[in-house]
C-alpha cells in the first residue's frame, strides 16, 4: 500500500502557471537589447521610410525624365561621333551603368532634407527616445534610399534596354547589380545625413548638395574612362566611391574587365563609415 503513487493536488497546474504570471509582473522580462535586435530595427525603420511611396510616387516618374535625356540625348550623339575611346564598346552601352549610378546617387544625396524636417516637425526627436539605436535609425534610412534608388535603376535599365543597350539578363549579375546600387546610395545618403548633422539648415544642405553632386559624378568613370583623365583626376577618381560602383555595375551588366571584390568591398566599407559618421552626428541635429 505504500508504494502506490500519490495522485497530484487537483490545481497544481493552475497554480503553477499563475505564480509565473505574477513572477512576470513582479519582474518584466529583459528586454533584447544590442545586435540582437539591430537586423529587425534597421528593417522596421525601412519599410516606415518606404511607406511615403505609397502617399506621393511623383518623385519616382519625374526623376525618371534626367536619366532618360542622358541617355536619348548625351548617350546617343556621342555613340554617334565616337569622340570618347571606351575600348570597342558602343558608347551608349558604356554609359548606361554610369546613369545607374548617378541617379541613384541625386536621389540618395539630399536625404539629409528629410531627416532636417523631421527634426522640425518632432519626429527626429520621438525616433531618439525609443530603445531603438541610433545606427539602426540610420541604416533603416541609408538601405531606404537604397530600395528608391533601386526602382530607379529599374527604370533606367527598361529605358537603356529599349534603346538597344546589350545587357545582361543574368538573374545572378542582377542580383549583384541590386547590391551594388543599394550599397552606393547608402553611402550618399548616409554622406547627405552627415552633412546635415553639421550644417543643420536644410538651406545650406542644399547648397552643399548641389555643389557636390556634380564634381562627384564628373570625378568618376560614369562618363568616360579614367585612362583619358589628367592625372590629378585620376587621383581623385580612386577616391570616389561613385567609380567603385560604376566599375561594378559595368562589370555586372556588360560584362566588361573590372574587380568585383575590390569594388564591393570599397562599397561595404564606404557605407559602414558613412553610417558610423552619421549615427555620431545624430543626437547634435536633434538639439
Known amino acids: 500500500m505504500s ?3 500519490v495522485a497530484p493536488r487537483p490545481g497544481s497546474a ?3 502557471a499563475a505564480a509565473r504570471h505574477l513572477d512576470l509582473l513582479l519582474a518584466p522580462p529583459r528586454a533584447r537589447t ?21 502617399h506621393d510616387r511623383t518623385e519616382l516618374y519625374t526623376r525618371a525624365v534626367q536619366p532618360a535625356l542622358w541617355l536619348v540625348v548625351f548617350g546617343e550623339t556621342f555613340t554617334r561621333i565616337k569622340a570618347i575611346p571606351t575600348g570597342g564598346t558602343p558608347y551608349i552601352d558604356y554609359l548606361a551603368p554610369g546613369i545607374i549610378a548617378q541617379s541613384a546617387m541625386f536621389i540618395a544625396i539630399f536625404y539629409g532634407i528629410m531627416i532636417i524636417w523631421e527634426r522640425d516637425a518632432g519626429i527626429l526627436t520621438k525616433l531618439l527616445v525609443t530603445p531603438t539605436p541610433r545606427s539602426a535609425l540610420i541604416a533603416g534610412k541609408a538601405f531606404a534610399a537604397g530600395v528608391k534608388a533601386l526602382l530607379q535603376a529599374v527604370v533606367v535599365i ?15 549579375r542582377l542580383l549583384g547589380v541590386a547590391v551594388a546600387v543599394i550599397l552606393g546610395s547608402a553611402f550618399f545618403s548616409c554622406l547627405s545625413m552627415t552633412i546635415a548633422g553639421i550644417v543643420l539648415t536644410r538651406d545650406r544642405l542644399m547648397g552643399i548638395g548641389q555643389a557636390i553632386t556634380m564634381p562627384l559624378f ?8 579614367v585612362a583619358v ?23 555586372l551588366l556588360l560584362g566588361t574587365p573590372s574587380h568585383l571584390a575590390l569594388d564591393f568591398a570599397v562599397l561595404v566599407g564606404a557605407a559602414a563609415a558613412g553610417i558610423a559618421a552619421a549615427s555620431s552626428l545624430l543626437g547634435r541635429l536633434a538639439r
Open 3 to 5: 508504494g502506490v503513487p
Open 34 to 54: 544590442g545586435w540582437r535586435v539591430l537586423p529587425a530595427r534597421v528593417a522596421a525603420m525601412c519599410v516606415v521610410e518606404l511607406q511615403k511611396l505609397r
Open 158 to 172: 527598361l529605358i537603356a534596354a529599349l534603346l538597344g543597350v546589350a545587357m545582361t539578363w543574368n538573374p545572378l
Open 229 to 251: 583623365m589628367p592625372g590629378w583626376l585620376q587621383v581623385i577618381s580612386r577616391f570616389n566611391p561613385l567609380s567603385y560602383q560604376v566599375e561594378a555595375l559595368r562589370g
Open 218 to 225: 564628373f570625378a568618376s568613370n560614369a562618363l568616360y574612362p
Open 14 to 16: 493552475e497554480a503553477t
